[in-house]
């Protein structure tokens, strides 16, 4: 802020009280009418004290105009005092006003009232002198303003001449630094000079640098055009010279190019769409210099359209038992997988032209999901594609990145199918489950219409920017879990699920697949390992727990590993070996897993229960302990909400069969109950361990022991119904793997038996189960039925006094 000396000033003038209007980026001179739009509820309120009284406001500029609620040392301490004209309020709380200033004013107090500020000042009138150098600055600074009207082009012709015929020199200064465009700083400098002499000195200097600042951004403007003129006259002079080159019948590169692109569209049989574009782009391409930018974009494009296979093809191999001696050889079981791959041959051979079938196979890892879809190419005599798309999480990672972005190329789809160059391969989108979402957009939305047979054959990727047919592709998606899948995704796709392989056909697998390629891999002879069948379960049992066979594979590779490193130690390459269950120890070491790891000895309060995961079936122990409390329920072991409600539920199924099992009604008043699943670090979840929770809490509380070689799954309702579950191939498989011998099921899930292998069902004792009497029976060691329970009564009295004690 420009302070002015006590010297300079005249003495005060009738030192009165104003309101005070605080304004933004803008200062008010002297005899300056201007319009102001007021929205602050104190400046509002100032102007209307102003207009009840004499329309007098002091108009001050603030130092920071983002200042809302300005104090006294956020404003200039010298402004304009000026009148309100008129005044206008506007229907959105605003008020419109237009000012005229009268005279310069210095602050001398200001005072905050809960409505406005009101300020004691003093006028200032201007210090004016007649001399003959005030007449020549006046001069000059009509002159310098015309010339400055003259570069700015924005201060019209009337104000310049309308300036001219003002006579007082402080007026003058006044009216023209009113039309500046400088910054606030440099007006309140001159609206601060009092004296009119010094004020023309100021305004001429300031208006003189802009002067120059203007002529300066005059040269660049006109240096810009000239450059621009250049590069057009450059254009044209290229233009003559292709004319002449092409009256002459000269060659270059660029026009053999353009020749074989021509060539190009013709052979490739494109879509009638597909063949109006390309040709347009041509054309666009032919009047473009061949080093410019946008001509390397548009021959990109070119070059992806006629790289597409528009109409190429493979011919399906439609026999039947040729494709099923394929896929026997190549996977074992998978029988659904192999029955839908033949159907879908079968019905190719009688209607010949059928859309292709999207299925995709759920399963845990390492159950051949992705080798089988090589497998099914290989039966239809189709090329193989395989895409990933784990971690996938922008949406142009399938349908490609528009053609207005450098680096712009198809999606992962468009560019497969120009990889394999046949418009009908067996397409594996790998690991679909895997995909996310965030600000780029949403891949697995984008698969909608690449998946769905009543939309594909349209398809539409960005950076073509024309329909592709995708009818003839033969999809095949892969995934670990459906939860993450979202569900029109799920709803385009025939889900069939690939269950986990039994301990048989592990080994199965593992001798007629696993074995015969290891021997390849490591370089030994055919016939050189032998490996018993005790050594296969050896491995499968102590050192894999898994659904698949992948850790299975990796343990083999393992031994073959040291027999190789045992063969080139002593330098007999033909040395045979027999591997039996001892030696697999020898080359393993240390058994890893536990088979058949269950509790010997009856327990009370511990039950077996089942669980699925991604990887498998799980034995999972529930343990419940009684404690003295205030019939508080805690759960641990990382449940999820799912899992601590079927708690709840098994709890309060419990205290309403209070009398049935012989206990006090109000048995829970007095203790608390403590249910624990072991393995705290794993997450878990899921209704299915229902009844194995309500059945450890009864055996805690009757203190009768649970057969522990016996384990359960079912979901528990508060009337006690045993409700269906998932995953039942997985946990009986569990079952059988931790040497269980009795399991009780959801009899809703007795259909589903069906499909789980004979050599299970006939290993295990499987009792479907209805109501949770039917489970507590089966699984309470020394429970008296049903019609019996109370005599159990004794128990609970023995129970509350030793918890006491």
Not at 589 to 597: H, I, L, Q
Not at 679 to 700: F, L, Q, V, W, Y
């Amino acid at each position: 802020m420009t302070e002015i000396s006590e010297d300079t000033l005249p003495e005060p003038q009738n030192p009165t009280t104003f309101p005070v209007l605080p304004l933004r980026d803008i200062v008010i001179f002297p005899h300056m009418v201007t319009p102001l739009f007021v929205g602050r509820p104190r400046s509002i309120h100032a102007l209307e004290w102003a207009m009840e009284h004499d329309k007098l406001v002091l108009l001050v500029t603030q130092r920071d105009p983002k200042t809302d609620d300005p104090l006294a040392d956020d404003l200039y301490d010298l402004g304009t005092l000026g009148k309100v004209v008129q005044m206008l309020k506007l229907p959105d709380g605003t008020v419109k006003v237009l000012v005229e200033g009268e005279v310069r004013a210095r602050l001398i107090d200001l005072e905050y009232t809960d409505e406005c500020i009101f300020a004691s000042l003093q006028k200032l009138p201007d210090q004016e002198s007649d001399s003959p150098e005030q007449e020549a600055l006046m001069r000059s600074v009509s002159n310098t303003f015309e010339a400055y009207s003259n570069l700015s082009k924005k201060i019209p012709a009337e104000m310049v001449t309308s300036i001219a015929g003002v006579e007082e020199p402080g007026r003058f200064a006044d009216t023209i630094v009113a039309h500046l465009t400088v910054q606030i700083a440099d007006k309140q400098e001159i609206l601060a000079e009092m004296d009119s002499l010094q004020r023309l000195e100021k305004l001429l200097a300031l208006m003189e640098r802009e002067v120059e600042i203007l002529q300066i951004e005059k040269k660049i403007r006109n240096r810009v055009k000239s450059q621009m003129e250049r590069s057009q006259k450059e254009y044209y002079l290229n233009e003559q010279m292709r004319a002449i080159q092409k009256e002459l019948g000269e060659k270059d590169e660029f026009k053999q190019e353009l020749r074989e692109l021509e060539e190009k569209i013709e052979k490739s049989r494109m879509s009638k769409e597909a063949t109006e574009k390309a040709n347009a782009e041509l054309r666009k391409l032919k009047m473009m210099s061949p080093m410019s930018a946008e001509a390397t974009v548009v021959r990109n494009y070119l070059d992806w359209l006629v790289a597409l296979p528009w109409k190429k093809s493979t011919k399906d191999q439609i026999d039947l038992v040729k494709a099923e001696e394929i896929l026997e050889e190549d996977h074992y079981g998978l029988e659904k997988v192999k029955e839908r791959i033949l159907e879908y041959l079968a019905v190719q051979a009688l209607v010949k032209k059928i859309k292709g079938p999207i299925l995709c196979l759920v399963g845990p890892p390492g159950v051949g999901k992705t080798s089988l879809g090589r497998s099914v190419a290989r039966a239809m005599g189709r090329k193989f594609l395989r895409v990933s798309l784990g971690g996938v999480r922008d949406e142009a990672e399938i349908r490609g990145h528009r053609r207005t972005y450098i680096g712009a190329m198809p999606g992962k789809v468009i560019q497969g199918i120009r990889k394999v160059a046949v418009r009908n391969p067996v397409f594996l989108l790998d690991e679909v489950d895997k995909m996310s979402t965030d600000f780029r957009g949403d891949p697995s939305s984008a698969l909608l219409e690449v998946l769905d047979p009543e939309q594909n054959n349209t398809f539409g990727d960005h950076f073509l920017d024309v329909d592709y047919d995708l009818s003839s592709v033969m999809f095949i998606a892969t995934a670990n879990t459906l939860q993450s899948v979202p569900g029109p995704l799920r709803d385009r796709m025939e889900v069939i699920r690939i269950e986990g392989y039994t301990e048989e056909e592990k080994a199965h697998i593992a001798e007629r697949y696993l074995l015969p390629k290891q021997l390849e891999t490591h370089g030994l002879k055919e016939g050189q390992i032998k490996f018993s069948e005790g050594a296969l379960l050896e491995i499968i049992r102590h050192y894999t727990r898994e659904a698949g066979v992948r850790s299975l594979e990796r343990e083999i590779a393992n031994v073959f590993r040291k027999i190789a490193r045992e063969v080139v130690k002593a330098g007999q390459l033909g040395k045979r070996f027999q591997v039996g269950a001892r030696q697999i120890k020898k080359y393993l070491g240390v058994p890893r897993y536990s088979y058949g790891a269950r509790e010997e000895e009856h327990k009370i309060g511990l039950v077996n229960g089942l669980a699925w995961t991604e990887v498998g079936g799980e034995l999972l122990n529930v343990e419940v302990t009684i404690l003295s409390g205030k019939g508080n329920l805690t759960v641990t072991g990382k449940l999820g909400e799912v899992m601590r409600e079927s708690a709840q539920a098994a709890l309060s199924y419990v205290r309403s069969r209070w009398l049935e099992l012989g206990l006090a009604e109000d048995f829970y008043s007095s203790f608390d109950i403590h249910i624990h699943v072991p393995e705290g670090a794993i997450p878990k979840d899921g209704p299915s361990a229902g009844i194995t929770m309500a059945t450890a809490i009864a055996s805690a509380l009757t203190g009768l022991a649970v057969d522990q070689g016996l384990a359960m799954t079912g979901e528990i309702t508060l009337r006690g119904r045993v409700l269906a579950i998932g995953g039942l191939k997985e946990k009986l498989l569990a079952a059988k793997r931790a040497g269980i011998h009795r399991v009780l099921i959801p009899q809703e899930n007795e259909k589903n038996l069906e499909e789980i292998p004979m050599t299970i069902r006939r290993a295990l004792n499987i009792r479907p189960v209805a109501h949770m009497d039917e489970v507590l029976d089966a699984a309470i060691i020394g429970l008296v039925p049903v019609s019996g329970l109370s005599d159990n009564a004794d128990y609970a009295a023995n129970l509350e006094k030793s918890v006491h004690h």
